[in-house]
């Protein structure tokens, strides 16, 4: 089996897949086939563990914490649990949380720069964002930018096609 493709996850993808819809992170699907939830559908890609390595940094956890907190007012507890878990999985998955140096300047957002200086450092071939100053980067330094209901949808058909071919 090949290598796993490094993938960074934006803060957007990382909060809806814990928060959006009715999939707690304790039961991420596993698509196909695909829930409601494209965030979860992402994550659920990444457990497992089977053609995408999942890369995250300290900013990253750290924007995802706080946006639990301030924003849907989790608990502390719940939100270490959590944090613990997207380790976890990256590392399941081939991937680790590493801090990559800022360099990146590409966009006006200092936020999203921080997205792509963890992409650039790991060398990600894929960034998944709902964010639209970053999707419209795509392609980023030949990098896409794919929302998550277009890359879970993409994965979907990738293993269809590979089902079907057998």
């Known amino acids: 089996m090949a290598d796993p493709v490094p993938v960074v996850f934006d803060v957007?993808?990382?909060?809806g897949a814990a928060a959006g819809g009715n999939s707690p992170?304790?039961?991420w699907p596993s698509p196909p086939p695909t829930s409601?939830?494209?965030y979860a559908d992402c994550l659920g890609i990444i457990v497992d563990a089977a053609e995408f390595a999942l890369w995250v940094s300290p900013h990253i956890l750290e924007n995802t914490a706080r946006v639990?907190?301030?924003g849907l007012f989790w608990e502390e507890e719940k939100i270490e649990q959590y944090v613990s878990v997207l380790i976890r999985v990256s590392r399941h998955s081939g991937g680790d949380a590493v801090?990559?140096?800022?360099v990146v300047s590409d966009c006006a957002d200092w936020e999203d720069n921080?997205?792509?200086d963890l992409a650039a450092h790991v060398g990600a071939l894929?960034?998944?964002s709902e964010d639209t100053d970053l999707t419209s980067m795509s392609p980023w330094r030949g990098t896409p930018i794919l929302r998550p209901r277009e890359f879970a949808a993409k994965v979907d058909g990738?293993?269809?096609?590979?089902?079907?071919s057998r």
């Open 114 to 116: 921080r997205i792509l």
């Open 68 to 70: 639990l907190a301030k």
């Open 158 to 164: 990738m293993r269809r096609t590979r089902r079907r």
């Open 126 to 128: 894929l960034v998944v």
């Open 36 to 38: 409601g939830n494209p």
């Open 25 to 27: 992170f304790r039961s």
């Open 12 to 15: 957007n993808v990382l909060v």
């Open 99 to 102: 801090d990559p140096p800022q």
